[in-house]
């Protein structure tokens, strides 16, 4: 549980050189073919938004707490979160992961839409789902539904204001839009969280899909994938999903002991992305006419 702002540095320095020397490329490479490998390594990098403010959203990348709080924030508004709602929205996920009706971050909810599936690759349900909510949030001054329970009513003030400073960072890239009469601007703000968002999601999806509902152990209701150095670094280490929800006050960096210490005692993690979706995938298409069914697992005999 040790927090090391030497490793969180480690990490986000390469993906901020990544991102921007990415978008440097794009810039002086616009209005040619050679601006699409630039815009698919910036895309890529910009939708990591969505694995960073998950983890800073724990405050343990950095032992530093403003460090870990500026970084929360500029990665929730890259990832089109407010900040102070996602941080207790999540906090009732780990509470209540995959509880049916507790859970506020069910990503395939039963029985599955294979459309919604399919086209949140792109961010498009959800992250349409996200701005319709900032907007609701910031006109009427007050949260509800759900957030009333998750959020507590010292923080629905700053809900509000965050979801006001969001659209405004929105109106500032439209007016500039506008000013230099080009979508530039808009291509490298707020949108790449939609274009650049399926390499984001083909990890995302592996978490819970197709996992068993309302049980309590972790270890039954997340999925643990193997990944290839590279992927561990876009996905921030998420992959050892499984002992993240057991323990959440872990760093990132530290996932990949915490599984060598404690995998004798879990589900067998998946061997490659590849093999989690073809796990998952006719799990999700048979939920769509059997809504109760879930994959079956097995703990290993102590």
């Not at 990490?11 to 490479?29: D, K, Y």
């Amino acid at each position: 549980m040790r927090r090391s702002d030497a490793a969180g540095l480690r990490h986000f320095a390469l993906w901020a050189v990544l991102l921007l020397g990415s978008l440097v490329g794009v810039l002086f490479t616009w209005r040619t073919w050679a601006c699409l490998p630039f815009l698919a390594v910036y895309g890529v990098m910009y939708s990591m938004s969505d694995h960073h403010a998950h983890e800073l959203s724990h405050g343990t990348p950095f032992k530093n707490r403003l460090l870990n709080e500026a970084l929360y924030q500029l990665s929730a508004f890259m990832t089109l979160h407010e900040s102070h709602y996602w941080r207790w929205s999540h906090t009732f996920h780990h509470t209540n992961t995959l509880i049916v009706g507790q859970d506020p971050e069910v990503a395939v909810k039963r029985p599955p839409q294979i459309w919604r599936v399919a086209t949140d690759f792109f961010f498009l349900p959800s992250g349409l789902a996200e701005i319709r909510k900032l907007c609701k949030i910031a006109f009427s001054g007050s949260v509800s539904g759900d957030a009333l329970v998750f959020v507590p009513s010292l923080d629905q003030p700053k809900v509000v204001r965050g979801a006001r400073v969001y659209l405004a960072l929105f109106t500032a890239v439209g007016a500039l839009c506008v000013a230099f009469k080009s979508g530039l601007p808009a291509l490298l703000i707020v949108t790449p969280r939609f274009w650049g968002g399926p390499f984001a999601q083909l990890f995302n999806i592996t978490q819970h899909a197709g996992l068993p509902e309302n049980v309590r152990d972790h270890r039954l209701n997340c999925r643990t994938v193997l990944l290839n150095p590279v992927s561990r670094f876009l996905y921030a280490n998420m992959n050892f999903h499984v002992e993240h929800h057991m323990f959440p006050m872990v760093p990132f960096h530290a996932l990949p002991a915490l599984h060598a210490e404690i995998r004798d005692q879990c589900v067998a993690a998946s061997p490659s992305v590849s093999a989690a979706w073809r796990e998952l995938l006719p799990a999700i298409r048979r939920q769509v006419t059997d809504p109760v069914y879930s994959l079956t697992r097995s703990l290993p005999v102590p």
